[in-house]
């Protein structure tokens, strides 16, 4: 073959080395070796998007719709490496480059159109659109779908004119991708937060949901089963098997599932089980990443390298900057250590980027590496309340489910809850200004966060004060407007699970009047009831 015969260099890449990020694409160049999946997408950007949600890749291959061989047209080649160098060959038309792991602000939001591509797949719903808006849109509130082609009116059929054609794969990208005149194919908007549907945040304690399964992993608790369930494709719910399951090796498994009806085929009441929803369909952003450290929990996999370092914290960072690690334990037994007090940090990684075995030891602590946390901002929708308006009744929240509500309490005379407030980021709180009009002084606060109920709250219970307090200038009362106020905590929060930043809204949006949105705190579920 032509390419063969071509000169080429080397691209270095070093599995046990610190990565920064490197968006760099290389034009007409072919990076050889290391093939670990090849899959369908319509631009470069696109397939550099793919490795990057990707556990293992590091590096793409994109064969343009130019190429002279139409079977491997539209093709992405996912790449990892494990050795320190592969070859770059030069080759007319191709781009390479690099996963986007190490960068900040990535996003699996794919919101462009393709004029001209059908983008092919299951075509399991056709229906009639005024345009391919609509039919996005539809794409986009339909749980199985993926991506959709929709014919213009010039179309060369007449009857096929004005058809959206909902689809759907197994790995979410297209089977096949061919150029057709009068198309316009593109992906659903669920990954950008668009989705028009219901969003089921809540958590099934003692419950087993059942249906086809997709996908099987271990996690360590729910909240990272349902990460990785929200960023599966296909996995539309799931069932948690908990370290008191009864069947010792089916702990900590994570039964990830779909069915044709988009529900539970059967719900059984269990014992040490947890039940969930993806979230993929929420106006929220889920990160693909997973902060929290699992203390008694080893996590075992593939190892990349053994390092001595100073707490778990610090070997979190080694996994996140070190090219290849996926998730850690750190060993602080005395036998695990040096002379100069640094303990043995296992950095591993798995072919699905979760742990092969996940086991109960005392003396370590386990977790996962950072990257992919900096998601892009992404709108929470928000509607400007009536004045005058309160809110009774509503449901109980489970743990974890708005891991961004803070309870505000004054200390004299009695220490109360007195609001609520929002994190949206780790020192800065958001709240509403009328809750000082009485209680000016920040010494009289406290800050509690990661609580469900207020009857959990003791002498014992964790809370952070404030450092610093700015109301809105032009607040007067709340009936007026402008009821709004920042606090800046003494330190900041640790983010986990139960503990994370809301998104807040992008300039983008405007006119929110009349959308749907959530309204949390605590309160009374009934008129002279008792407070939740």
């Given at each position: 073959?032509?390419?063969?015969?071509?000169?080429?260099?080397?691209?270095?890449?070093?599995?046990?080395?610190?990565?920064?990020?490197m968006?760099?694409?290389?034009?007409?160049?072919?990076?050889?070796?290391g093939?670990i999946?090849?899959?369908?997408?319509?631009?470069?950007d696109?397939c550099?998007?793919?490795?990057?949600?990707?556990?293992?890749?590091?590096l793409?291959?994109?064969?343009?719709?130019?190429?002279?061989k139409?079977t491997?047209?539209?093709?992405?080649?996912?790449?990892?490496?494990?050795t320190?160098?592969?070859?770059?060959?030069?080759?007319?038309?191709?781009i390479?480059?690099?996963?986007l792991?190490?960068?900040?602000?990535?996003?699996?939001?794919?919101?462009?159109?393709?004029?001209?591509?059908?983008?092919?797949?299951e075509?399991y719903?056709?229906?009639?659109?005024?345009?391919?808006?609509?039919?996005q849109?539809?794409?986009?509130?339909?749980?199985?779908?993926?991506f959709?082609?929709?014919t213009?009116?010039?179309?060369?059929?007449?009857?096929l004119?004005?058809k959206?054609y909902?689809?759907y794969?197994?790995?979410?990208?297209?089977?096949?991708?061919?150029?057709?005149r009068?198309?316009?194919?593109?992906?659903?908007?669920?990954?950008?937060?668009?989705?028009?549907?219901?969003?089921?945040?809540?958590?099934?304690?003692?419950?087993?949901?059942?249906?086809?399964?997709?996908?099987?992993?271990?996690?360590?608790?729910?909240?990272?089963?349902?990460?990785?369930c929200?960023?599966?494709?296909?996995?539309?719910?799931?069932?948690f098997?908990?370290?008191?399951w009864?069947i010792?090796?089916?702990?900590y498994?994570?039964?990830?599932?779909?069915?044709?009806?988009?529900?539970?085929?059967?719900?059984?009441?269990r014992?040490?089980?947890?039940?969930?929803?993806?979230?993929?369909n929420?106006?929220?952003?889920?990160?693909?990443c997973?902060?929290?450290t699992?203390p008694?929990l080893?996590?075992?996999?593939?190892?990349?390298?053994?390092?001595?370092?100073?707490?778990?914290?610090?070997?979190?960072?080694?996994?996140t900057?070190?090219?290849r690690?996926q998730?850690?334990?750190?060993?602080?037994?005395?036998?695990?250590?040096?002379?100069?007090?640094?303990?043995?940090?296992?950095?591993r990684?798995?072919?699905?980027?979760?742990?092969?075995?996940?086991?109960?030891?005392?003396e370590?602590?386990?977790?996962?590496?950072?990257r992919?946390?900096q998601?892009?901002?992404?709108?929470v929708?928000?509607q400007?309340?009536e004045?005058?308006?309160r809110?009774?009744?509503?449901?109980?929240?489970?743990?974890?489910?708005?891991?961004?509500?803070?309870?505000l309490?004054?200390?004299?005379?009695?220490q109360i809850?007195?609001?609520?407030?929002?994190?949206?980021?780790?020192q800065?709180?958001?709240?509403?200004?009328?809750?000082?009009?009485?209680f000016?002084?920040?010494?009289?606060?406290?800050?509690?966060?990661?609580?469900?109920k207020?009857?959990?709250?003791?002498?014992?219970?964790?809370?952070?004060?404030?450092?610093k307090?700015?109301?809105?200038?032009?607040?007067?009362?709340?009936?007026?407007?402008?009821?709004?106020?920042?606090?800046?905590?003494?330190?900041p929060?640790?983010?986990?699970?139960?503990?994370?930043?809301?998104?807040?809204?992008?300039?983008?949006?405007?006119?929110?009047?009349?959308?749907?949105?959530?309204?949390?705190?605590?309160?009374?579920?009934?008129?002279?009831?008792?407070?939740?």
């Amino acid at each position: 073959m032509f390419w063969i015969f071509q000169t080429f260099y080397f691209i270095a890449l070093f599995s046990s080395v610190y990565n920064e990020c490197m968006s760099e694409m290389y034009r007409h160049t072919y990076i050889e070796g290391g093939d670990i999946s090849r899959v369908y997408t319509p631009t470069a950007d696109y397939c550099q998007m793919v490795c990057t949600y990707h556990p293992r890749c590091l590096l793409f291959s994109y064969i343009p719709g130019s190429w002279v061989k139409t079977t491997v047209r539209f093709s992405c080649f996912l790449k990892e490496i494990d050795t320190q160098e592969l070859p770059k060959i030069h080759r007319e038309g191709i781009i390479s480059g690099h996963s986007l792991k190490q960068c900040t602000q990535i996003t699996a939001c794919s919101k462009k159109v393709y004029e001209g591509l059908d983008m092919q797949g299951e075509n399991y719903n056709i229906t009639t659109a005024d345009n391919y808006h609509h039919c996005q849109q539809a794409c986009t509130n339909a749980k199985h779908c993926y991506f959709f082609t929709y014919t213009l009116e010039s179309f060369h059929s007449a009857p096929l004119r004005n058809k959206c054609y909902l689809k759907y794969s197994s790995t979410g990208t297209p089977t096949h991708i061919r150029q057709l005149r009068d198309v316009v194919s593109g992906f659903s908007l669920k990954p950008c937060q668009l989705a028009e549907t219901d969003c089921q945040m809540n958590l099934f304690q003692h419950f087993a949901f059942s249906g086809i399964t997709v996908a099987k992993v271990l996690t360590p608790d729910k909240f990272i089963c349902r990460t990785v369930c929200t960023y599966r494709p296909n996995c539309l719910f799931f069932t948690f098997f908990s370290s008191e399951w009864e069947i010792k090796s089916q702990r900590y498994t994570c039964l990830m599932m779909t069915s044709r009806s988009e529900k539970p085929e059967k719900i059984t009441k269990r014992e040490n089980v947890i039940s969930g929803f993806s979230l993929l369909n929420c106006r929220r952003a889920e990160p693909a990443c997973h902060s929290q450290t699992y203390p008694e929990l080893s996590f075992h996999g593939t190892e990349l390298s053994v390092e001595y370092v100073s707490g778990p914290q610090d070997c979190q960072q080694l996994c996140t900057m070190t090219l290849r690690c996926q998730f850690f334990t750190y060993v602080f037994r005395k036998m695990q250590c040096n002379q100069q007090g640094k303990c043995k940090c296992y950095l591993r990684m798995s072919a699905n980027g979760s742990p092969d075995n996940i086991e109960a030891e005392n003396e370590m602590v386990s977790g996962y590496s950072l990257r992919l946390c900096q998601t892009s901002k992404s709108p929470v929708c928000v509607q400007k309340p009536e004045k005058r308006s309160r809110v009774v009744g509503g449901s109980n929240s489970s743990v974890g489910e708005w891991p961004w509500q803070v309870s505000l309490h004054t200390m004299l005379p009695v220490q109360i809850h007195q609001c609520g407030g929002s994190i949206i980021s780790d020192q800065w709180i958001l709240t509403a200004a009328h809750c000082f009009e009485i209680f000016q002084l920040t010494e009289l606060w406290h800050v509690y966060s990661s609580i469900l109920k207020q009857s959990e709250i003791t002498n014992e219970t964790t809370s952070f004060k404030i450092q610093k307090m700015i109301v809105h200038p032009r607040y007067e009362f709340s009936e007026a407007g402008y009821d709004i106020a920042l606090l800046k905590l003494d330190r900041p929060l640790n983010f986990s699970a139960l503990q994370q930043p809301v998104c807040l809204p992008s300039q983008e949006d405007i006119n929110m009047e009349y959308t749907e949105c959530w309204v949390t705190g605590w309160g009374y579920t009934k008129e002279t009831g008792t407070e939740k």
